[in-house]
């Protein structure tokens, strides 16, 4: 069984400061580690995935993830965020052989003017 | 191309009825899963249908149900309705194939119980 867990319900950042929303997962096999973002009455959209190979992960909207396995930790970042980031992110794990996905409780980022 | 779409965007039922939600996958993509999301959480995985069979499935009671047709579009069912059925449930598509691929989801359906 995997289990994924966000470290912060809420964080209020500045516009065009750095952010950081933590992620830890707990799995007995390999996995497969999301993030997701969902903007207000929406569904959600992938951020970007760690599947195998290089660590850092680039996804869309300027966002990057680092897999670190000793510390089962998939920690998503951004340099300068943006109004348009305020939403709430999912951190996600899955295993190898299935595709059946394993959601955080979610972090809301709120960009402050 | 459209993506996933669902059907309808909200419902009120009440307590003890039974509900249907729909969803069309996006084009092309042959496999579909639902979760649940109860405000304030992430999504909850429900099930996953692949060539009209259920392959996985989450911690559910059988009240839920669901059916995936030839076209790959799907329902999920839930009977007997109750108040903690409350929530956004959320459809995925995705092509069969090795486990990563990537699920798009539809902006869900809000079902609210009285």
């Known amino acids: 069984a995997q289990s994924v867990t966000q470290l912060d319900s809420q964080v209020p950042v500045f516009e065009e400061a750095p952010v950081e929303l933590r992620c830890n997962y707990s799995?007995?096999?390999?996995?497969?580690l999301f993030w997701y973002v969902q903007y207000p009455n929406q569904g959600l959209q992938l951020l970007l995935k760690?599947?195998?190979?290089?660590?850092l992960v680039k996804g869309i909207n300027g966002f990057e993830a680092e897999f670190n396995k000793s510390q089962t930790s998939f920690h998503l970042r951004k340099p300068s965020v943006h109004i348009s980031d305020t939403a709430e992110y999912f951190c996600a794990v899955s295993g190898r052989s299935y595709q059946k996905v394993t959601f955080g409780i979610g972090t809301k980022l709120q960009v402050i003017p | 191309d459209a993506g996933v779409t669902q059907s309808p965007t909200h419902l009120i039922k009440t307590r003890g009825q039974q509900v249907t939600l729909r969803c069309s996958p996006k084009?092309?993509?042959?496999?579909v899963s639902w979760y649940q999301q109860a405000l304030g959480q992430g999504p909850q995985f429900i099930f996953q249908?692949?060539?009209?069979?259920?392959?996985q499935r989450g911690n559910f009671p059988d009240r839920f149900s669901g059916h995936q047709f030839p076209n790959y579009s799907s329902e999920l069912n839930v009977n007997a309705l109750l108040l903690g059925d409350s929530a956004l449930y959320l459809c995925?598509?995705?092509?069969?194939?090795?486990?990563?691929?990537?699920?798009?989801f539809g902006p869900g359906t809000r079902l609210t119980v009285t």
């Open positions: 084009s092309g993509h042959d496999t």
């Open positions: 249908y692949y060539e009209e069979e259920e392959r």
């Open positions: 799995s007995s096999v390999s996995v497969y």
């Open positions: 760690y599947l195998s190979g290089s660590t």
């Open positions: 995925a598509s995705s092509l069969e194939g090795p486990a990563g691929t990537e699920q798009y």
